[in-house]
DNA sequence: AGAAGTTGTCATAAA
DNA sequence: TATTTATGACAACTT
C-alpha cells in the first residue's frame, strides 16, 4: 500500500503488476525500502536478471541430478557403460529424431559446461574434437556421445564443474552465450550438422506425426532447460526439427532465422516456463503453414478480402470467395452490410447474395422488387419486364381513379401482387415488403416511373417539374407520380401533424401539471395569509382592548368597549365613539392621550 | 375476437 | 393559380 502510495502517477495496473513483481523480488531478497519507482525499476531489472540466473543455477543443479539419475537407471537398464564414441558418429547414427535433438542439446549443454572459447574452438575443429587433457572437454565428449551413451560414466564430475561457469557474473554469461550461440549455427559445420541431423529426421517427422516426434523433445528440453545453452538449443532443436518439413536446402536459413530469434528474444524471457507453450505455438503456426502448402497463407488476412471490392471481388471468382465466407461469417457479411446497413451499393447485393441463408434468397428471387427496388432507391429504376406486364395494364387504369373504390381495390391488388409469393414465407415476406416496398414504391415499380419515390417526393418544385419535363410520361404515369408526391407528402405532413399533436398534448401536460402545482402553492400561500390574518385581528383585538382599559372619563372612570368604540377618521384622527348614541355622534376633539 | 394504438390516406382549409 | 402544409376523419393494419 505504501508502494502504491508513492507511484501515484502510475496507473492502478501498472502498480498491480509493479507490485506483483515486487513481491517476487522481496520473495527473493530484494530490498523493499526502495520507495523510489526508477531507482526500484532499476533495481528491478537488476534482480530479475539475478532472480533468472539463480533459477538457471538451480534448474542446472537439478536437471544435472535428474540426468544422472536417468544415466544411472539407464545405466542398470543396459547394465555397462558404454565408452564414448567417436564424435562424428552421432551425426552419422543419429536415426531418430530423438537422438538428434539429444544429441545436439548436449552438445549445446556441452557448451555451458566449457567456456565459449573453448566450445567455438571445438566446433571450429571439424566439430567436436577431442581433447582429452581438458576437463571440459572431456565433459564435451561425453555429452557428444549418442544418447545411447548419453548416461556415461563421466557425467558425475558433471555436478562439481559445472557451477563454475555458472558463478559467472550473470549477464555476462548470458549476452556470451547468446552470441556464442549465434555464431555457433553460424558455423557451416555445425550448419551443416544440423542439415544433416534435419535430413535423418525429416524421414520421422511427417507432420503427422510431429507431436510424436516432438513430444520427447519438450520432456528433454525440461530436462535440460538448466543451462541456457540446453534451454537454447533445445528451442532451436525444436524450430528446426520442423523445418525440414519445408525443403532442406532451406534449413541454412531456417538455422539463421533461428539464430536471429534467438538473438531477438531474451534468453531469460524464452526460457521461462512458458518458453515450451511459446515454442508450441511457433511451431504450430509454422507447421500449419507448411502443412497447407501455403506457407505464408496466414499473411492472407481477412482484411486482403475486404480489400477487394465486393462487386470486383465476386464478379471475378465467386467460387473461390464463396469457399472463403463459408469459413468465416466475419467476411463481407461483417464488412459491407453492418457498416452500411442502408447502402443499396454493390455491396448490399453481395450481401443479400451471399449472406442470406437459401429460403432467404428463395423469398427475395419470388418477391417483386425486393432487391431491385433497393437499387431504385439510388438507381432510375429499369424493372424487368416479366415482373412488371403482368401488373401494369390493369394497374395503370387504377391509378386515374381517385374514386373511393379504385383505391381501395388498388391497394388490396398492391398487397395480392406482394403476398403472391406463397403460403409457407407469407408472414416474413409480408413484414419484408412492407419494410422494403410502399405501396407507391410498389406502383411507381408497376408503372415503370424511372425515378424514385424518393426523388418524387423530396425534390424542390422546380427540380421536380424540371425532372417530369425531361421525361415524356403518360397521363397514368404523371398521375400517378402526382398523387405519389401528394401522398408522400401528406405522409410526412400526418406524421408531422401528429407529432406536433402529440407534443402540444405533452406540453399541454406539462402545463396542467404546473399549472397544479401553481394551484398548490397558491392554495398554500392563501391558507397562510390566512392564518396570518386571524392572528393579526387577534392582535389588533387585543391592542384595542388594551387601549380601551387605558382611556378614563374626566371622573376617572373607564370606558367600557361594548358602550363604545374607537375610529379613525383619514386625518388619522382617533374618535372613541358610544356604541349606543350612533344617531348623533358626539365628537370628542380630545386628542386621546395613550400612554 | 376485440380493444387500443399506429399508420397511411383523403378531404379540406389555410398559408 | 398552383403548391404546400395542417388537420380531422376514416380505414387498414399492428399490438
Known amino acids: 500500500m505504501m508502494m502504491e502510495m508513492e507511484v501515484r502517477h502510475q496507473s492502478q495496473q501498472d502498480m498491480d503488476l509493479i507490485d506483483i513483481l515486487w513481491k517476487q523480488d522481496i520473495d527473493l531478497g530484494a530490498r523493499r525500502e526502495v520507495f523510489d519507482y526508477n531507482h526500484r525499476q532499476k533495481e528491478y531489472e537488476l534482480q530479475r536478471q539475478r532472480e533468472l540466473e539463480e533459477q538457471k543455477r538451480q534448474h542446472l ?158 520432456s528433454f528440453y525440461s530436462m535440460t532447460e538448466g543451462t541456457n545453452s540446453g534451454c537454447a538449443a533445445g528451442y532451436l532443436n525444436s524450430f528446426n526439427v520442423v523445418t525440414p518439413n519445408v525443403t532442406p536446402s532451406d534449413n541454412q536459413n531456417h538455422a539463421d532465422s533461428a539464430a536471429n530469434y534467438t538473438a531477438d528474444e531474451d534468453f531469460c524471457e524464452m526460457f521461462n516456463s512458458e518458453n515450451v507453450a511459446v515454442e508450441s505455438s511457433g511451431r504450430d503456426e509454422y507447421e500449419s503453414n507448411v502443412m497447407s502448402g501455403v506457407p505464408n497463407n496466414s499473411l492472407f488476412t481477412p482484411g486482403d478480402l475486404y480489400s477487394l471490392s465486393p462487386g470486383e471481388a465476386f464478379d471475378r471468382d465467386k467460387p473461390g470467395l464463396t469457399v472463403e465466407m463459408t469459413d468465416s461469417d466475419s467476411g463481407i457479411s461483417n464488412a459491407s452490410p453492418n457498416a452500411s446497413p442502408n447502402a443499396s451499393s454493390p455491396g448490399k447485393s453481395v450481401y443479400e447474395g451471399y449472406g442470406y441463408s437459401d429460403s432467404e434468397m428463395d423469398e427475395m428471387d419470388h418477391n417483386p422488387g425486393s432487391a431491385q427496388s433497393d437499387y431504385s432507391e439510388i438507381f432510375p429504376i429499369n424493372y424487368t419486364p416479366d415482373e412488371i406486364m403482368g401488373t401494369s395494364i390493369s394497374i395503370s387504369d387504377q391509378s386515374n381513379q381517385h374514386e373511393k373504390y379504385p383505391k381501395k381495390q388498388r391497394n388490396k391488388q398492391v398487397e395480392e401482387s406482394s403476398h403472391n409469393k406463397g403460403p409457407f414465407t407469407k408472414d416474413k415476406l409480408k413484414k419484408r415488403s412492407d419494410v422494403r416496398l410502399t405501396r407507391d414504391e410498389q406502383r411507381a415499380k408497376n408503372l415503370k416511373i424511372p425515378f424514385t419515390v424518393d426523388m418524387i417526393i423530396n425534390l424542390p418544385v422546380d427540380d421536380f417539374n424540371e425532372l417530369m419535363s425531361k421525361h415524356q410520361l403518360n397521363e397514368a404515369q404523371l398521375a400517378l407520380v402526382r398523387d405519389i408526391r401528394r401522398r408522400g407528402k401528406n405522409k410526412v405532413a400526418a406524421q408531422n401533424c401528429r407529432k406536433r399533436k402529440m407534443e402540444n398534448i405533452v406540453g399541454l401536460e406539462s402545463d396542467l401539471d404546473s399549472l397544479k402545482d401553481e394551484r398548490e402553492r397558491l392554495l398554500s400561500e392563501k391558507s397562510k395569509n390566512l392564518m396570518n390574518l386571524k392572528e393579526m385581528k387577534q392582535q389588533l383585538n387585543s391592542l384595542y382592548l388594551e387601549v380601551f382599559s387605558l382611556l378614563k372619563d374626566e371622573k376617572g372612570n373607564g370606558y367600557s368597549p361594548s358602550d363604545y368604540s374607537l375610529q379613525q377618521s383619514t386625518d388619522g384622527s382617533v374618535f372613541l365613539v358610544p356604541r349606543i348614541k350612533k344617531t348623533f355622534v358626539k365628537r370628542e376633539d380630545k386628542h386621546l392621550s395613550l400612554k
Open 61 to 218: 543443479l537439478q536437471e544435472q541430478e535428474k540426468a544422472v539419475l536417468a544415466q544411472l537407471q539407464l545405466d542398470e537398464e543396459t547394465g555397462e557403460y558404454i565408452p564414448r564414441p567417436a564424435p562424428s558418429t552421432p551425426l552419422q547414427s543419429a536415426g531418430t529424431p530423438l537422438e538428434v535433438t539429444q544429441n545436439l542439446t548436449f552438445i549445446e549443454e556441452n557448451n555451458d559446461a566449457i567456456s565459449f572459447d573453448e566450445c567455438m574452438q571445438l566446433l571450429a575443429e571439424t566439430f567436436p574434437v577431442e581433447d582429452p587433457g581438458n576437463t571440459p572437454v572431456r565433459l564435451c565428449n561425453a555429452d557428444i556421445s549418442p544418447c545411447t551413451s548419453v548416461m556415461t560414466p563421466e557425467q558425475p564430475s558433471l555436478l562439481p564443474t559445472t557451477p563454475s561457469p555458472v558463478q559467472q557474473p550473470p549477464q555476462s554469461m548470458s549476452m556470451d552465450l547468446e552470441q556464442a550461440w549465434m555464431e555457433l549455427l553460424s558455423l557451416p559445420e555445425l550448419q551443416q550438422c544440423m542439415h544433416m541431423q534435419m535430413e535423418d529426421t525429416l524421414e520421422t517427422t511427417i507432420y503427422p506425426n510431429n507431436s510424436e516426434v516432438q513430444t520427447p523433445n519438450y
